[in-house]
């Protein structure tokens, strides 16, 4: 079996880094929950009995008891980070971002040549999801790069330093300074050579300044270390769709299935591909194997339930979501696509559901787009048109919305006699070339208005 050779490809259009990651099971966007980013926590061993003692205190709300433990817990153990530093990742845990803040703001005021809370302060400028702060990243992770030949404990030095690296490239890469990335990210593996984060990262790296072959092996590289994660095939199958060459990523989708047939991720990573890219009956049938290889997977269920919306066979979207439902009632992709499938079919009961699912994920996820634009299709649905126009109104308000959620909007907005509106909804959402479920119905309503 021989992989496809490596083509280069000139459009090299929105290359998001999170897609080596995780697969979307959701014909929503990624719902983004919480305010503070996956941020590495530094390494504190909880056996020590005045970290055991700070952590019972941090428990019971005593701050201060909490703080002062963990200052003789550095004191008797040079290995561990700042105190402060501690308390700034327990809060973290906790979701509390001011607190975050506030302690990592102390560490450096009590600690200015320690360079962790830099460190930590770069990422959480750089990775929130709301507010992006790339020069501040900059300096900080710079800040720290300044300060680690200064740490005394050599256990600690080893585990920062490459975190200093990661960083200084991942803002290279918000930027676009793709050669400035792969600089820091060698670094990297100068200092873990094993990281298959590190290598992962590179490839990307490299695919952007159009050096493939490279980029590939960096990908075997990294599955020989981890071979749990996504084939290396898979990935490059993703790299080129993300570059919107189709026959390449056609090519690599095929040969990764041929390589790994036995491999979960890489048949529902194919099937959302072959979804994304319009071929809803390889989509079908690379979700069905992938739900042969195991039953229980929720991703399968979603994605499964995500190609019935889009085959508009809403009775088995709701079939597969409801199973999803069932597997995890928290679950946002399930329980927001369970109130799609449902609110479409003729049933009053069933559209009664649907606005309580929808009701609910709108009270939970406040902040969510995708759950207010389901929220207000919904209601629209049950016939509540006016409810529905405020909800959809105010969610266009907001900013970017999804090529469904404009349909969503354009309907009601039709209903309501405003034509112009629901016209320009509409021939934007219909502009892009990527498939979505309300597409067939977007382009009927568009004829009717007149376009």
Known sequence: MTPPPIRLTLTLAAFAICAILAVSASAANQLEIGEMPDTPAPAVDEQIQEVKDAA?????????????????????????????????????????????????????????????????????????????????????????????GGVQNEERKQ?????????LAAVAAARGDWATSQTHLEKWLTLEPKSDTAMQRLAIALFRQKKAAEARDQLKAA??????????????????????????????MTYALQAAPKDLNVWLVAAQWSLDAG?????????????????????????????????????????????????????????????????EQDDDTKKRKAVEYATNNARMYP?????????????????????????????????RISQD?????????????????????LQNALKSTRPFSKQREAKALLAELGN
């Open 56 to 148: 019972e205190r941090f428990n019971k709300l005593d701050f201060d008891g909490a703080l002062s433990k963990l200052k003789e817990a550095v004191t008797k153990n040079p290995q561990l980070p700042p105190a402060e530093v501690i308390m700034a990742s327990w809060f973290a845990r906790a979701n509390q971002p001011g607190a975050v803040r506030l302690y990592l703001d102390a560490a450096v005021k009590e600690n200015p040549n320690d360079p962790e809370a830099y460190i930590i302060l770069g990422d959480v400028n750089l990775n929130n999801p709301r507010d992006r702060r790339q020069t501040e990243a900059d300096l900080l992770y710079a800040k720290a790069a300044e300060l680690i």
């Open 159 to 167: 585990k920062l330093a490459p975190r200093v690296e990661a960083g």
């Open 223 to 252: 599955y020989e270390v981890n071979p749990k994660m996504l084939h290396w095939a898979a990935i490059m199958g993703q790299f080129y769709a993300q570059a919107e060459d189709d026959e390449n990523a056609k090519q690599w």
């Open 279 to 343: 071929r809803l009956g390889d989509a079908e049938t690379q979700a069905a194997t992938a739900m042969r290889l195991d039953h229980d997977s929720l991703q399968a269920k979603n994605l499964r339930g995500v190609i019935a919306l889009f085959k508009e066979d809403y009775a088995s979207a709701e079939t597969y979501f409801e199973a999803a439902v069932s597997q995890s009632p928290s679950n946002f992709a399930a329980t927001n696509n369970l109130a799609l499938a449902l609110c």
């Open 367 to 399: 902040k969510a787009s995708e759950a207010a634009s389901t929220y207000g299709w919904v209601l629209y649905k049950a016939g509540r048109v006016q409810e529905a126009d405020n909800v959809l109104r105010q969610l266009a308000r907001s900013g």
């Open 405 to 425: 959620t404009a349909y969503f909007i354009a309907r009601v907005a039709a209903e309501m006699g405003r034509k112009d509106e629901a016209k320009a909804l």
